[in-house]
């Protein structure tokens, strides 16, 4: 450590071990190194958190796309099964239907914003 340049104040954790040490580059504004400063931080957990939240969504919308093509083939089932004169079962086919439609849409709008 010189004297004339501190070193930075943030604790991280040594290579290979579970002990903590002081980080050993010069501190550069606020008594931190450019890594370990409070707003490189924010902005790194910010762009994580907005990384992780976009994969979230398309998780979601894959999932939901899923459960509406499992949804769809169910209430196309049981119209074809006996009851195709049942005006309230063709209803319930196009209305999984659209909600399908809408889950696909949805999903490719995300894919195509990546």
Not at 37 to 64: C, E, V
């Amino acid at each position: 450590m010189s004297k004339d340049k501190p070193n930075c104040k943030a604790t991280v954790l040594g290579a290979g071990c579970w002990r903590s040490r002081r980080c050993s580059r010069y501190a550069v504004k606020d008594g931190y190194c450019n890594q370990h400063h409070p707003n490189t931080i924010a902005a790194k957990d910010a762009a994580s958190k907005a990384k992780q939240d976009a994969w979230s969504r398309k998780f979601i919308l894959k999932r939901d796309v899923h459960h509406g093509d499992q949804d769809f083939t169910d209430a196309f089932r049981s119209y074809m099964d006996g009851c195709q004169d049942s005006a309230e079962a063709w209803d319930k086919v196009l209305d999984t239907w659209k909600a399908l439609e809408s889950s696909r849409a949805a999903l490719e709008k995300v894919s195509n914003d990546e």
